[in-house]
């Protein structure tokens, strides 16, 4: 059994990696339905948390049955980082994760995310601060290192761990790959093997099949995965890859009509938790991953992307189930 402290998280965990406007309570409930392990929030500022912002607030909010859950901060300030571990604790997560992988501009030139990857006898305090400012467990996500040459993991790895941190998320890329190229585990591999380290080390990079994630398993023995971008518009990736590492069992793709009844059930959460218009906003990255694979999909796509409303988004979805041969 895999521990996060004293959570357990399974055998093997699958967890649902934080994406910014992606992960949210919606659509975590929705991946553990189809066997996520572990979920972890879209990233939150600390900034935002100290200013009780309403959009940071909304991030935290879970429901009982996304545990084991994990509410993740990223910031600049130590000082910050740790009034907001402590906002973020009052709200009941299991731990608290720390973003130190981030690799978008925004963010890395505030000197958050990835940023800290260049400095890091910083990243480590602030680790450790944190990690002193509350009773719950304390994680960390980050990259390689800052480039090619600058390929620090192993390194980075052991002091995060010497500070308190109890589990260690580690992204196959550099920061200055941001999410180009391929993903070298490698690396993650050295970190897992390196007989200093004792926290679980869960690797993270173009984990899209149940082959693949086996693959990442035995190759270099990670305590865990994390599933980002393959899980966009696509929530039962968690069951195909959990039915692989079980028994290498190859499960179909679900049918349109039950992809339909997915996205509709994702729509009325997403409703129910934000309001329309921030539904129709930010539901329009995912329609491509719902219908991935079906033929005639793309001017539907154009539909659903351009709806002004959620009634028209429930014609088109008539439209495409019309179309389909029975099922």
Not at 36 to 50: H, P
Not at 190 to 212: A, C, S
Request: hydrophobic share 40%.
């Amino acid at each position: 059994m895999v521990r996060i402290g004293q959570i357990e998280a399974g055998e093997f965990p699958v967890i649902l990696a934080p994406m910014e406007d992606v992960t949210d309570s919606p659509f975590r409930s929705i991946c553990r339905d189809f066997g996520a392990d572990v979920l972890i929030t879209e990233f939150i500022a600390a900034e935002g948390l100290i200013r009780d912002a309403w959009k940071s607030r909304i991030k935290m909010q879970f429901e009982p049955k996304e545990r084991p859950i994990g509410i993740q901060i990223f910031g600049a300030n130590i000082d910050s980082m740790k009034k907001a571990a402590e906002a973020a604790e009052n709200e009941g997560p299991d731990f608290i994760d720390l973003n130190f992988g981030c690799p978008v501009r925004k963010i890395v030139m505030k000197g958050g995310g990835a940023a800290l990857l260049q400095d890091i006898p910083k990243m480590t305090a602030m680790a450790g601060e944190v990690v002193k400012s509350t009773k719950l467990p304390v994680t960390a996500k980050t990259r390689l290192g800052w480039d090619e040459k600058h390929l620090e993991i192993v390194e980075i790895a052991e002091r995060l761990q010497d500070v308190g941190i109890q589990a260690i998320s580690i992204h196959g890329r550099t920061r200055t790959q941001l999410y180009g190229g391929k993903a070298d585990w490698t690396l993650i591999g050295e970190v897992k093997n390196n007989p200093r380290m004792h926290i679980p080390v869960f690797g993270n990079g173009d984990i899209d099949t149940g082959p693949k994630a086996k693959e990442m398993k035995d190759r270099y023995g990670v305590d865990g995965i994390l599933i980002g971008r393959a899980a966009v518009g696509n929530p039962w990736i968690f069951a195909e890859v959990k039915a692989f590492l079980a028994n290498d069992k190859i499960l179909s793709p679900p049918s349109v009509s039950n992809r339909i009844k997915i996205l509709r059930l994702h729509l009325e959460k997403s409703l129910a938790y934000k309001g329309e218009r921030a539904t129709l906003f930010e539901m329009r990255k995912l329609y491509s991953g719902y219908f991935k694979g079906i033929a005639g999909f793309k001017p539907y796509r154009m539909k659903l992307v351009t709806a002004g409303s959620l009634q028209e988004i429930d014609s088109v979805l008539a439209e495409i189930q019309e179309i389909q041969p029975h099922e």
